[in-house]
């Protein structure tokens, strides 16, 4: 008789269970420690059963770009808007298109609702553009027999790293007559569109000459043409103590373009700005983030650039330091509006930061929208809708009370049929119930998850996955002890087959939640990933506790000697004596003598 191979265990040799569950336990109790360690002693739940904000978003085009609003620029958007959401903390936010033109974001009750509710449909177009001129907020009036004199208004400043212009400088405003502000208005808006202009952009005062008779008469500044005599025009009347008009300043004019644009210097005070084209655009930020500067005692917010927008920014502050105030200033333009208009000393590169009328919460959120980048479409809000937790409470309870009526059947049914093995499978639900608990319990502060009812309903068809191990189990044990074996031999060769089955089973429903994950979104995805995390639940539950229990079990005498009400009573189960087969004699040789008739 051949020898078995060496390293192979025979088919029916006893394992060590003790391990196994020694294994399980120091799992469970680790898993159930950190729990309480954290503070997260239950799930995060979504917004159907925890109640939130819904905000529904109307995508719109500028005058011309109507194609703008297509498919792709709408996914952009949903994942930016998410990445923003989840940026402040708050978890399982819902975003998704729903037809051509909307996306419904379903962020759940927390913390940082509030923020989250501000952020999403915050467009976040970031320019840095160069000031070309300063004015008060209001047009200015004609004043018939008074001159204009200069005044001043302070204006918060931002430095970057290493600049020496951190604190507070007055800005030097428009002359009070139309016709001398529009004359440098003229001048230094014909510089930044490439214009001819006789003067040097910069001056403060139009240039004059000499008459024959010694009095100085004001030369005619240059005839602007018509787009440069359009701007001047909207500059010298825009308001922007108007809403309406500060809104809109900004809105709609290509970063290649000069624009006009209101800044809020200080609390309540306005004024308004010319700006050049852009010269470093959002795109070219690589992080932001608000912090906290000690020796100015105000909060910034510090920008990093990528290598390309480092060149530009070096370009164009290499220019502005070289020039007289205001004309050395840029402007930091977010959606239209001056967030900052920092003075510049010297060439910059690398990095930034913003300071202005900062407090905690602006600064994190400006840091949060501006890492995260800006959105490809202005967007409407259409309705932002307040949900209760009533309706998902009651479907909750609904969902509870079928779960718990199967869960019932299912025990009754393995009581009846399996008596004592019931015991196995009760114990077995169990630990896996408790397993599924304290993981969802840890991945909510972990990753975000969030327990909505379609995660619960996955949770209960689980309780059939987790059954039909069992009872596949359960079968191959009793077939070994049909044909005649004792139950310790019959558990550990049965074992072999019924893995075999159970890893099958379990992998195909597990690339079912897998698939079922990846090509669905929203509340669906909390129902493949509840399902295929309790189908990995059952591999280890049936593995590390199942399986030992049943060898420790096969030990005793009420279920090792086949007890009735053990389920493994080999009478019940019409156990057979093995078939012995009969040795066939080998004929002596010799002749054979013929039978009688």
Known sequence: MAAPKKGRRPAGAQSRPGRALAFI???MVALTGGMFWSGHTTPRLGIDLAGGTSITLKAKADPGQESAVNETNMNTAVGIIERRVNGLGVSEAEVQTQGRENIIVNIPRGTNEKQAREQVGTTAQLYFRPVLAVAPAVPPQPAPSTTGSP???????ASSSGATAGEKSATPTATGTPKATATTQGRVLSEALKAPSPTPTGSASPSASTSPKGTPTPTAPPAPDAATAALQQKFASLNCLDPKQRSAAGKGVKPSEPTVACG??????????LLGPAEVEGRDVDDAQGAFDQQRGMWIVTMDFTSAGS????SITSKLSQQTDP????????????????????????????????????AQDLGNILSYGALPLTFDTQSVDTVTAALGGDQLEAGLIAGAIGLGLVVLYLVVYYRGLSLVAILSLGVSALLTYVIMAL???????????????????????TADSFIVYFERV????REGRSLRPAVERAWPRARRTILVSDFVSFLAAAVLFIVTVGKVQGFAFTLGLTTLLDIV?????TKPVMTLLARTKFFGNGHPWSGLDPKRLGAKPPLRRSRRTTAPAGPVEPKEA
Not at 151 to 157: D, F, Q, R
Not at 267 to 273: A, E, H, L, T, V
């Open 311 to 314: 060149k530009k920014f070096q």
């Open 478 to 481: 009793r077939d070994e002890l």
């Open 443 to 465: 991945l909510g502060p972990a990753i975000g998850f969030a327990l909505n009812l379609p995660a619960v309903c996955g949770a209960i068809v689980a309780i059939g996955i």
């Open 151 to 157: 005044s001043s208004s302070p204006k918060p400043s």
């Open 25 to 27: 336990l120091i799992a």
């Open 327 to 362: 004309q050395n200033r840029f402007a930091i333009v977010l959606d239209g509006q001056v967030v900052s208009a920092p003075s510049v000393r010297q060439t910059l590169s690398a990095s930034a930061e913003i300071s202005g009328n900062f407090n905690q919460q602006t």
């Open 541 to 545: 539950v049936v593995f590390l506790f």
């Open 264 to 273: 809020e210097d200080d609390p309540g005070i306005w004024s308004k700005y």
